[in-house]
C-alpha cells in the first residue's frame, strides 16, 4: 500500500506505511472521531488575540508529539534494543495524550472540573469510543497497556526510558510545542536546535533512563531558555492572560445562570449545558464539545439580559480586553498585595462596578528547569541526565550554570480590570 503522507509545518513530511501494523494503528487512530476532535479545540486557547498566527490545533500538536517520540526512538535504535511492543504503546501514547483536553484547553477545565488527563483514560477505557475499538481490534490488551503507560509517574518502580519519552524535563510533548507555539506565534523567543538534541539522546545502560550525551549540553541549555521566554512572553502574556480570565468569568456567570434556571442558551440536553453542570458525557456528546460549540454559545450570550455575562462575551469577541495593572512589585509583602487587591475592590464597587465580574487578579507561574528531589514525585520533573564519553551520568544541573538562574519561579501578579473601571483602580494602587 502506498504511504500516507501529511505535511506538517515543525517537522516536515509525517509518512505511515499502513502496512506495517504499528503504522496502520497509528492512522487509523488519527481518523478516529475523538482524535479529529482535536481539530476543533485550539492549542494555545485565546493567544490568537495577542498573536494572530497562534491558531493552530491541539490536532496538530499531538501528531507533533507522536512525530517527535518516533523520531527519538529512531536515533535510539542504533545503539539500544527497542521492543516493538513497547515502542507501539509509547507511540500510540504520545499521539493520544491530549484526547481529553476541552474547549480552551484548561479554562474550561477549571470552570466545568472535567479534568483532561482522567478524561483521556476514560476515552481509551470506554467502550463506546472509537479510539478504544481500534485498539481493542489490534490488540485485546491494548488499552489496558496505553493507560497504565499514561498513568506511569516518576519514580515509578520499573520505569523506562519509553515513559520519559512522554512525561520528563525533556518530553516529547514539550520539545513539540515549544517548536510549533513558537513557530506558529511567530514569538521567535522559542526555536532551539531539536535536530542536535536528538541526535544526542541515548539510554543508561543500567538504569534504563532515557539522558542525553555530552555533545548536546548547548542543545538542552537553548531548549531550557526557549522554555522560559516562551511562557515570559506568549503564555503569561498580558493580553492571553486577560482573555483567558475572561472566558473563565464568563463561563462562571453561564454555570452560576444555568444552575438558576437562568439561562435561555443553551437548552439542558445541549452539550455545553452538561459540561457546565458537571454532568457526565457520553463519547458522542464529548466528541461534540469544542471551541466552536462554546465560541457559539459565547455569541449568543453576547446579547444576554444578564448584563455581566453579555459584557464578558462582547468584550471577547471584539477584543475589548481587560486592562492589566502589574502588582508584580508587591510580590515580597504578601500583606500589602492582599491589602492592595481589596482596596482596588472597594474602590471599583464604590464607582459602581461588580468585583466579581469587571476585576479579577491572576498570578501565573512556571519553574523552567525543576531540580529534582526524589522525596518529592511531581510528574515530569524527572532530572535531566548527561553522559560522558565514559559512560558515567551527572545531573544536568551540576554540569550548566544555567540550571541556577532557571531553576527560579517565573512569576507574574496582576490584576486585569474592564476597561472602563482602570483609572479608578489604577489610582488605588498607585496611591498603595
Given at each position: 500500500?502506498?504511504?500516507?503522507?501529511?505535511?506538517?509545518p515543525?517537522?516536515?513530511v509525517?509518512?505511515?506505511?499502513t502496512?506495517?501494523?504499528?503504522?496502520?494503528?497509528?492512522?487509523?487512530?488519527?481518523?478516529?472521531?475523538?482524535?479529529q476532535r482535536?481539530?476543533?479545540?485550539r492549542?494555545l486557547?485565546?493567544?490568537?488575540?495577542?498573536?494572530?498566527?497562534?491558531?493552530h490545533?491541539?490536532?496538530?500538536?499531538?501528531l507533533?508529539?507522536?512525530?517527535?517520540a518516533?523520531r527519538?526512538?529512531d536515533?535510539?535504535?542504533a545503539?539500544?534494543?527497542?521492543?516493538p511492543?513497547?515502542?507501539t504503546?509509547?507511540?500510540?501514547?504520545?499521539?493520544?495524550?491530549?484526547?481529553?483536553?476541552g474547549?480552551?484547553s484548561h479554562?474550561?477545565?477549571?470552570?466545568?472540573g472535567?479534568h483532561h488527563?482522567r478524561l483521556?483514560?476514560?476515552?481509551v477505557?470506554?467502550g463506546e469510543?472509537?479510539?478504544?475499538r481500534l485498539l481493542?481490534?489490534?490488540?485485546?490488551?491494548?488499552?489496558?497497556?496505553v493507560?497504565a503507560?499514561?498513568?506511569?509517574q516518576?519514580?515509578d518502580p520499573?520505569?523506562t526510558f519509553y515513559?520519559?519519552?512522554?512525561s520528563?524535563?525533556?518530553d516529547?510533548d514539550r520539545?513539540d510545542y515549544?517548536?510549533?507555539?513558537?513557530?506558529?506565534?511567530?514569538?521567535r523567543?522559542?526555536?532551539y536546535?531539536?535536530?542536535w538534541l536528538?541526535?544526542?539522546f541515548?539510554v543508561?545502560p543500567a538504569?534504563?533512563?532515557?539522558?542525553?550525551t555530552?555533545k548536546?549540553?548547548?542543545?538542552?541549555?537553548?531548549?531550557?531558555q526557549?522554555?522560559?521566554?516562551?511562557y515570559r512572553?506568549?503564555?503569561?502574556?498580558?493580553?492571553v492572560?486577560?482573555?483567558?480570565?475572561?472566558?473563565?468569568?464568563?463561563?462562571q456567570?453561564a454555570?452560576?445562570?444555568a444552575i438558576q434556571?437562568?439561562?435561555p442558551?443553551?437548552?439542558?440536553?445541549n452539550?455545553v449545558?452538561k459540561?457546565?453542570?458537571g454532568q457526565?458525557l457520553t463519547m458522542e456528546?464529548?466528541?461534540?464539545l469544542?471551541?466552536?460549540?462554546?465560541?457559539?454559545?459565547l455569541k449568543?450570550?453576547?446579547s444576554?439580559d444578564d448584563?455581566?455575562?453579555?459584557?464578558?462575551?462582547?468584550g471577547?469577541?471584539?477584543r475589548?480586553l481587560?486592562k492589566?495593572?502589574?502588582?508584580t512589585?508587591?510580590?515580597?509583602?504578601?500583606g500589602?498585595?492582599a491589602q492592595?487587591i481589596?482596596a482596588a475592590k472597594?474602590a471599583?464597587?464604590?464607582a459602581?462596578?461588580?468585583?466579581?465580574y469587571?476585576?479579577?487578579?491572576d498570578?501565573?507561574?512556571d519553574t523552567p528547569?525543576e531540580?529534582y528531589?526524589?522525596n518529592v514525585a511531581?510528574?515530569?520533573?524527572e532530572?535531566?541526565l548527561v553522559?560522558?564519553l565514559?559512560?558515567k551520568?551527572t545531573p544536568?544541573g551540576a554540569?550548566?550554570p544555567?540550571?541556577?538562574a532557571?531553576?527560579r519561579?517565573?512569576?507574574f501578579?496582576?490584576l486585569?480590570?474592564?476597561?472602563q473601571?482602570k483609572?479608578v483602580?489604577?489610582g488605588?494602587?498607585e496611591?498603595?
Amino acid at each position: 500500500m502506498p504511504e500516507k503522507i501529511i505535511r506538517d509545518p515543525v517537522h516536515d513530511v509525517i509518512a505511515f506505511r499502513t502496512e506495517r501494523p504499528t503504522d496502520g494503528l497509528l492512522f487509523r487512530l488519527l481518523n478516529a472521531a475523538e482524535f479529529q476532535r482535536l481539530r476543533r479545540v485550539r492549542q494555545l486557547g485565546m493567544a490568537s488575540l495577542a498573536y494572530p498566527g497562534a491558531d493552530h490545533s491541539r490536532y496538530s500538536h499531538s501528531l507533533g508529539v507522536m512525530q517527535t517520540a518516533r523520531r527519538i526512538i529512531d536515533q535510539l535504535r542504533a545503539s539500544v534494543p527497542i521492543d516493538p511492543e513497547q515502542e507501539t504503546i509509547c507511540l500510540v501514547s504520545a499521539l493520544l495524550h491530549d484526547l481529553g483536553h476541552g474547549p480552551f484547553s484548561h479554562v474550561f477545565e477549571r470552570v466545568s472540573g472535567i479534568h483532561h488527563e482522567r478524561l483521556t483514560q476514560r476515552i481509551v477505557m470506554d467502550g463506546e469510543s472509537e479510539v478504544h475499538r481500534l485498539l481493542f481490534q489490534h490488540d485485546r490488551l491494548m488499552p489496558e497497556k496505553v493507560l497504565a503507560f499514561l498513568r506511569s509517574q516518576s519514580g515509578d518502580p520499573g520505569r523506562t526510558f519509553y515513559c520519559d519519552l512522554l512525561s520528563s524535563q525533556l518530553d516529547a510533548d514539550r520539545l513539540d510545542y515549544l517548536l510549533r507555539d513558537n513557530l506558529m506565534t511567530g514569538s521567535r523567543y522559542g526555536d532551539y536546535d531539536l535536530g542536535w538534541l536528538l541526535h544526542a539522546f541515548t539510554v543508561d545502560p543500567a538504569s534504563g533512563r532515557l539522558a542525553v550525551t555530552w555533545k548536546g549540553i548547548s542543545a538542552v541549555e537553548a531548549y531550557l531558555q526557549s522554555r522560559y521566554h516562551m511562557y515570559r512572553n506568549v503564555y503569561f502574556h498580558k493580553v492571553v492572560r486577560s482573555a483567558e480570565g475572561m472566558v473563565k468569568l464568563a463561563l462562571q456567570r453561564a454555570r452560576r445562570l444555568a444552575i438558576q434556571g437562568r439561562l435561555p442558551w443553551p437548552p439542558r440536553d445541549n452539550v455545553v449545558f452538561k459540561a457546565l453542570t458537571g454532568q457526565r458525557l457520553t463519547m458522542e456528546e464529548f466528541t461534540d464539545l469544542d471551541d466552536v460549540s462554546v465560541i457559539h454559545s459565547l455569541k449568543l450570550w453576547a446579547s444576554s439580559d444578564d448584563a455581566a455575562l453579555a459584557a464578558l462575551c462582547r468584550g471577547l469577541l471584539f477584543r475589548r480586553l481587560y486592562k492589566t495593572i502589574d502588582l508584580t512589585h508587591l510580590g515580597q509583602d504578601p500583606g500589602k498585595l492582599a491589602q492592595v487587591i481589596e482596596a482596588a475592590k472597594s474602590a471599583l464597587v464604590a464607582a459602581g462596578g461588580d468585583s466579581a465580574y469587571d476585576l479579577f487578579y491572576d498570578e501565573p507561574e512556571d519553574t523552567p528547569y525543576e531540580a529534582y528531589s526524589p522525596n518529592v514525585a511531581v510528574p515530569g520533573t524527572e532530572e535531566i541526565l548527561v553522559q560522558d564519553l565514559k559512560g558515567k551520568l551527572t545531573p544536568f544541573g551540576a554540569i550548566s550554570p544555567l540550571t541556577m538562574a532557571l531553576n527560579r519561579q517565573l512569576m507574574f501578579r496582576r490584576l486585569h480590570v474592564a476597561p472602563q473601571w482602570k483609572a479608578v483602580v489604577a489610582g488605588v494602587v498607585e496611591q498603595a
